[in-house]
């Protein structure tokens, strides 16, 4: 039964979840992705309706992170000083990089990372007057109080792990009752304050107030499901799952996929109520602006050569200074917490490449399908082909750009 649920939400029983799969090897965790209009993610006004379409920001960029390989681990981009930025047009995709980039060298900033800055800090917005697991949800502090993520099981393109390390999709509460949702790889990522009328939406679908019925490990269904772990509370993903580290009773992990299957509860429901607030949230919350992730590899592995009809160019100067070869990290495979970061000007120009992707300027997909369904952004310089793995960076990130869960 937890195999039929799990693939049911996947596939999207749901009518307000369904949408292509993607294709090729990371095809399985596309599955259950809403279709999307090619102008995600939406600035949407609040008290809108679930899916219904909203204009886009013409400032909504999008970004995520593919993984990298030691060689480049924990790696800054530098943005171009403004000398540089006169002598070339970040934007220009010819093909050839202009003579006035290529200056920005890479620099080693292990003690940087991802890590919250004062811009980054939102104000505590916790509703007043809030009781039981509402009030463990927005407990006022900073850190995670509630998480649902999955992971792939199966093969990625090398490269692809940057962007589903810390989960291909996502829901992040914080005890200050701010939020990130992310719903599938290539896809922006969004947050938002929970509201009083959200967090009862989040305790009625996730079935919180019966959470401790749920806690524990659960086999996975079938070859190539998720990696699916809940956890509420600040416990932690434990091994093995439960209801350990609980909060007045409240609390602990739900994990399928772990070692062991210590659970015996149906989670049909569990899984149907993440992937309805996760799609509520989504619609509600705003892009997330800042750092990026990302890794650009030479070659264009698993990519048919269709997907280079109209590939973006290279906007950070030489992309030599930044790529790895795919022979190196077939080899080595993806570790993940090695990606790039992108900050400031350089993460504005990666953004600027990524949403010509997401707006169909650029090749990758066909026509009406949603970013999650790509492998990679194509990228072309100078007759020599790359593949480009980007995400959005969450203030929850440690210095590697893993999410502690």
């Known amino acids: 039964m937890l195999g039929a649920a799990v693939l049911c939400m996947l596939q999207a029983c749901s009518s307000d979840l369904s949408g292509p799969a993607g294709d090729g090897p990371g095809a399985m965790e596309n599955m259950g992705a809403q279709e999307a209009d090619p102008h995600e993610p939406r600035d949407r006004p609040e008290g809108s309706k679930r899916g219904a379409p909203q204009p886009s920001p013409d400032d909504a960029h999008g970004s995520e ?13 530098a943005a171009p000083s403004d000398a540089d930025a006169a002598a070339g047009d970040p934007e220009d995709d010819t093909g050839t990089p202009d003579s006035g980039e290529g200056t920005e060298t890479p620099v080693d900033d292990r003690e940087k990372g991802a890590v919250r800055d004062a811009g980054d800090s939102p104000p505590r917005e916790v509703p007043p007057d809030l009781t039981g697991v509402e009030a463990l949800l927005c407990d006022g502090d900073p850190g995670i109080t509630f998480a649902g993520r999955m992971l792939p099981t199966g093969l990625t393109a090398p490269g692809g792990g940057v962007m589903t390390e810390n989960g291909f999709r996502f829901l992040l509460v914080e005890g200050t009752c701010r939020y990130w949702v992310q719903r599938g790889k290539l896809e922006r990522v969004v947050t938002g304050s929970l509201t009083k009328p959200n967090l009862e939406m989040l305790r009625n679908a996730l079935d919180l107030d019966n959470w401790q019925a749920l806690a524990g490990d659960y086999p996975i269904g079938f070859p190539g499901a998720p990696d699916i772990a809940y956890i509420l509370g600040r416990g932690g993903l434990q091994t093995p799952c439960g209801s350990g580290g609980a909060t007045g009773g409240r609390g602990g992990c739900v994990h399928v996929g772990g070692s062991s299957a210590t659970g015996s509860a149906d989670l049909r429901s569990l899984h149907m109520g993440f992937a309805e607030a996760l799609e509520h949230l989504y619609t509600a919350g705003e892009a997330v602006q800042g750092d990026i992730r990302y890794l650009l590899v030479r070659g264009k592995g698993i990519l048919p050569d269709q997907v280079y ?64 369904g790509s492998e990679a952004i194509p990228i072309e310089v100078m007759g020599v082909r ?20």
């Open 309 to 372: 009809s109209a590939p973006s160019g290279w906007p950070l100067g030489d992309p030599e200074d930044f790529a790895i070869d795919e022979a190196e990290i077939n080899q080595t495979g993806y570790m993940p917490g090695t990606g790039r970061l992108a900050t400031g000007e350089a993460a504005t120009q990666l953004r600027q490449v990524w949403q010509r992707f997401i707006d169909f300027e650029v090749s990758g997909r066909f026509e009406g399908q949603p970013p999650s």
């Open 65 to 77: 992170t593919r993984p990298g390989v030691g060689v480049v681990t924990n790696m800054v981009d």
């Open 386 to 405: 790359y593949q480009l793995f980007v995400r959005d960076a969450v203030p929850l990130e440690e210095a590697s750009g893993l999410i502690a869960y």
